[in-house]
């Protein structure tokens, strides 16, 4: 059953990680805000779950399941290899530097809400 749930999520999850890359296209900046988007709200909510005592089940479905398939670690290395590539080196340092940051500052900020929402 732990694998339904993980399943189900991640099914959802892609369908939304595919829904922002096409609200938030690239027409006209080389910044990958799609990405840093959704890596960035990914991080805020999975320190919320990962604070808070949900029961195992929607840890599977929403913490391992939808947001491991909506945020995407593996796009954001292939994306700053490109702007590498391109010689974009200011944009990829700040791509970098902003998703690493803030996303830590997020996932920061989302367990110490999901602990205090326990309390």
């Not at 959802?12 to 709200?41: C, D, E, H, M, W």
């Not at 909506?70 to 340092?93: D, H, R």
Request: a positive charge.
């Amino acid at each position: 059953m732990m694998f339904l749930y993980v399943a189900i999520g991640g099914f959802f999850g892609a369908i939304a990680r595919y829904g922002v890359s096409q609200l938030i296209k690239q027409n006209t900046s080389n910044f990958p805000f799609a990405t840093f988007f959704v890596n960035t709200v990914g991080s805020f909510l999975l320190g919320i779950i990962i604070g808070s005592v949900f029961p195992s089940s929607m840890r599977l479905f929403f913490g391992v399941g939808f947001l491991g398939s909506f945020t995407t670690y593996s796009t954001l290395i292939v994306e700053n290899v490109k702007l590498i590539l391109e010689g974009k080196y200011k944009i990829m340092f700040l791509y970098s530097f902003l998703s690493y940051i803030i996303g830590f500052a997020l996932a920061f900020l989302g367990l110490i809400i999901g602990i205090s929402l326990e309390k």
